[in-house]
């Protein structure tokens, strides 16, 4: 069921991510406060889970049962974010042609 799901769409309340993470909702909120995730809030102002939340929390908690600090693992999390930009920047380049991206370039000067 959860394979049909986007990884992004915000669907999964509170309760749910508790079960799945093993976390407290103190300690989801804590996580949320310090910018490591962030949940989308519905009409009733609930927080919403996507499973790219559920598998930072994951990542979390696994790190903070390691004894790595909240600083720590910020530190981890921005770098394979950052990463993974330049893994998405590098695809992107490589799906075109060499006159593709000149004539990319020469349309974005023409803009400027």
Do not use: C, W
């Amino acid at each position: 069921m959860l394979n049909h799901i986007p990884n992004h769409l915000a669907i999964f309340p509170m309760r749910f991510v508790e079960d799945v993470t093993n976390l407290s909702g103190r300690q989801i909120r804590y996580y949320e406060e310090q910018n490591l995730i962030t949940p989308v809030r519905n009409k009733g102002n609930q927080r919403t889970f996507s499973l790219n939340d559920i598998e930072r929390l994951t990542e979390i908690k696994y790190l903070i049962d390691k004894k790595v600090n909240i600083a720590g693992i910020k530190a981890i999390i921005a770098s394979k974010e950052q990463k993974e930009n330049v893994f998405i920047k590098d695809e992107v380049v490589h799906s075109f042609t060499y006159e593709e991206l000149m004539e990319l370039l020469y349309q974005q000067d023409k803009l400027e």
